[in-house]
């Protein structure tokens, strides 16, 4: 992949998805982020964090109104422009770095904390990118991991378009240039559909001590629905509704700790 300086039209499709997202309304994504991360690793202002793929800013720039310091690190030039512009009417400015997770230099042993949230599926090389992360993180320290789950019935990817993830990865990509024009395979297309045993077993290759996927990580307080609170309770007691729960969830979820 490579960084595009021109103006993308899956960006512009991106933000205006997003133009009503208040900061405050990311909120709870962002509480949902830290509550597991919490629970593995101490988050104060002393905590380095790094977040891949900020898209809008608002990771890093909630980060920063809590007294956080979260860098980040974005591939779009027009992304971090617009996250920068946002940002500045809070009277901020978030530290986003331009450049591609597969060959920018994020460092050995720097974060204490780095958020993967919905990038990976977009990074062409993502095995590097999760050799990467490794090192970048100081041993105890915690990847949070969300992407794409192949056979979950909607994809966030693709919306209108059920069992979207179930197509082969070259069906997938001609489908999304044929509806949404070349520009997708620059920035958007999703590379991968990813499976949480895959993962799981990248993770562990890639030398990660503890992973624990979404089962493992859920809050049963902070699980949204009945019937989520239900799969996650019936999860735990049996391995075959675990199987079934993961593999259709509607995405991947670890906490990966170094
Ligand atoms: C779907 S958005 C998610 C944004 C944010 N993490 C969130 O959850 O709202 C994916 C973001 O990752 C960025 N991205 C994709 N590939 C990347 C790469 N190889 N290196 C850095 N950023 C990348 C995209 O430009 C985009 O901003």
């Known amino acids: 992949m490579k960084i595009h300086q021109e103006e993308l039209a899956d960006v512009d499709r991106y933000l205006q998805n997003n133009a009503h997202w208040t900061l405050e309304a990311h909120r709870p994504h962002f509480d949902r982020y830290l509550r597991p991360i919490k629970q593995y690793v101490k988050v104060d202002p002393s905590t380095k964090m790094l977040e891949v793929g900020t898209g ?3 990771f890093p720039t909630l980060c920063s ?7 980040g690190l974005e591939i779009s030039p027009q992304l971090i422009e617009y996250a920068r512009k946002t940002a500045a009417e809070y009277g901020i400015e978030p530290d986003i770095h331009l450049g591609n997770l597969e060959d920018f230099d994020i460092g050995e042993c720097e974060y204490d904390v ?7 599926e977009h990074v062409e090389y993502w095995r590097t990118g999760v050799a990467k992360i490794f090192r970048a993180l100081k ?4 990847m949070y991991f969300e992407s794409t789950n192949k056979f979950s019935f909607q994809s966030g990817e693709y919306d209108g378009f059920p069992l979207y993830g179930w197509l082969p990865d070259r069906m997938r990509y001609n489908l999304r240039t044929a509806v949404h024009g070349p520009d997708i395979m620059k920035l958007g297309i999703d590379f991968h559909q ?5 993962l799981r077993k990248e993770f562990k290759k890639a030398g990660f001590s503890r992973i624990y996927d979404r089962v493992e990580i859920a809050a049963e307080e902070a699980v949204s629905s009945e019937l989520r609170r239900l799969a996650v309770r019936w999860s735990r007691k049996s391995p075959v509704i675990k199987a079934l729960a993961l593999t259709f969830a509607e995405a991947t979820r670890f906490i990966c700790i170094r």
């Open 65 to 71: 109104m809590d007294g956080l310091q979260c860098r």
């Open 139 to 142: 041993p105890g320290g915690a």
């Open 114 to 120: 780095i958020v993967c949230s919905n990038v990976f």
């Open 56 to 58: 809008t800013g608002w």
């Open 194 to 198: 990813f499976t949480h045993g895959m």
